[in-house]
């Protein structure tokens, strides 16, 4: 059981990881630093390629970040107290929350700008959630009863 308990830390580590790193490489996509609002400032060839890029970096980022959550919940099932499953399960709801906003505002208007805000968000959102919830969840899962 304790070998199983580090291979779900672990993975919840690499899982981290490869959230971070999806969030980084969707702010890098734009490369304007600020300057504009709105993708409709910029040229029309700069703005298809930069669109198409986010748009499929923010399809995987909901996706990995929601298959994240599911496996989280598995993890938390029998190793963890109902109350921080319960506030977990909801935090993970709220970060479920934001990144619909984030892509129905996208595919309303295609904004990449208002897109990196909103991953900005969420990048907040998940590093104070691996600070509240995931570090208390490594810990029941590593020293289980």
Request: hydrophobic residues 35%; proline residues 2%; aromatic residues 4%.
């Amino acid at each position: 059981m304790h070998l199983i308990c580090n291979d779900a830390v672990d993975r919840m580590h690499r899982d981290h990881a490869y959230l971070l790193d999806l969030i980084q490489r969707i702010k890098s996509v734009c490369d304007r630093d600020d300057s504009i609002d709105n993708c409709r400032d910029c040229p029309s060839g700069h703005r298809e390629s930069c669109h198409s890029n986010i748009e499929q970096l923010v399809r995987t980022f909901v996706e990995a970040t929601l298959k994240h959550n599911a496996i989280e919940s598995v993890y938390m099932a029998d190793n963890v107290p109902k109350a921080h499953r319960v506030a977990h399960n909801q935090a993970h709801q709220g970060i479920a929350t934001q990144l619909q906003a984030i892509r129905l505002v996208f595919s309303a208007d295609g904004n990449c700008v208002l897109a990196i805000q909103g991953i900005d968000e969420v990048q907040h959102a998940l590093q104070a959630h691996f600070r509240e919830f995931d570090q208390h969840l490594e810990a029941y899962l590593s020293n289980p009863s």
